[in-house]
């Protein structure tokens, strides 16, 4: 029986997706702040460490290839990533993240640091860095279970 001080709907699942509803918002309108969708801020920050062939790039996002298309049409567009033929095997494409599209990212990752601050501010340093350590935990878990 429920106490009056008890919280409903106090499961993890819940508690989490009601976190990850408010926690998406603030997120998607910072990336917006910075003129990037999730999924393109997500195709820099895998470009950061230099040339991805496209087929490898697709595989890291786990994305349908027209829509990294879209996606790499979009930052090209925007002159923060180029693409050129793979001098190895022509009918691939080498995406490159540019001078801009570097920048880009740096302001995404403060961008992003601040919507952290905001919705993290009632943790500790220490709490946030277990809440990392579980959260990654649990993540790594399901895509252990999607595999089987």
């Known amino acids: 029986m429920a106490t009056p001080h008890s919280t409903p709907m106090a ?8 976190r ?6 603030r997120v998607r309108a910072a990336l917006a702040e910075a003129g990037l969708s999730l999924r393109s801020a997500f195709t820099l920050t895998h470009l950061a460490d ?3 062939n496209q ?3 697709i595989d890291l996002l786990g994305v349908d290839p027209s829509a ?6 979009e930052l090209e567009g925007l002159g923060l990533v180029s693409r050129r033929r793979d001098p190895t095997d022509r009918r691939r494409h080498i995406v490159l993240i540019t001078e801009d599209g570097a920048r880009t990212l740096q302001t995404v990752e403060s ?3 601040t919507a952290d601050n905001d919705l993290f501010a009632a943790l500790s340093p220490t709490e946030r860095d277990q809440l990392e350590r579980l959260l ?9 279970a999607e595999k089987y």
């Open 11 to 18: 499961q993890l699942g819940v508690l989490l997706a009601g």
């Open 20 to 25: 990850g509803g408010v926690a998406s918002l």
């Open 50 to 52: 230099g040339p991805v």
């Open 55 to 57: 087929q490898a790039l």
């Open 68 to 73: 990294l298309v879209s996606v790499l049409n």
């Open 111 to 113: 961008v992003l640091d």
């Open 136 to 144: 990654t935990k649990v993540a790594d878990a399901e895509t252990c």
